[in-house]
Nanobody
């Protein structure tokens, strides 16, 4: 069984920074791409950032220059450093990853989400 568990979401004021973490655990052989999505109230889930197994990154235009995705392959963990947070960044942030389990095919997994609220 493979699980993704996010942490780090909380209430912050505009302009502050926050770092989200997502740890993958279980019977893992290899983790390919890892991603962060957000889902604002009443809106569809959208892709925020992607990092490949080799560290190549891509970002949504709305977060370029403010958010940084990184990963620690030894810890099976992906991070999202969020700087200069804005009220419109308020959302539930979800971790997503393409994982080869020790037994079975490549699958896409989701975490349970962590709430980030940006408000004064």
């Amino acid at each position: 069984q493979v699980q993704l568990v996010e942490s780090g979401g909380r209430l912050v004021q505009p302009g502050e920074s926050l770092r989200l973490s997502c740890a993958a655990s279980g019977s893992i052989s290899t983790i390919n791409a890892m991603r962060w999505y957000l889902q604002a109230p009443g809106k569809q889930r959208e892709l925020v950032a992607t990092i490949s197994s080799r560290g190549s990154t891509n970002y949504a235009d709305s977060v370029k220059g403010r958010f940084t995705i990184s990963r620690d392959n030894a810890k099976n963990t992906v991070y999202l450093q969020m700087n200069n947070l804005k009220p419109e960044d308020t959302a539930v942030y979800y971790c997503n990853a393409d994982i080869w389990p020790i037994v079975g095919p490549l699958r896409n997994y989701w975490g349970q989400g962590t709430q980030v609220t940006v408000s004064s």
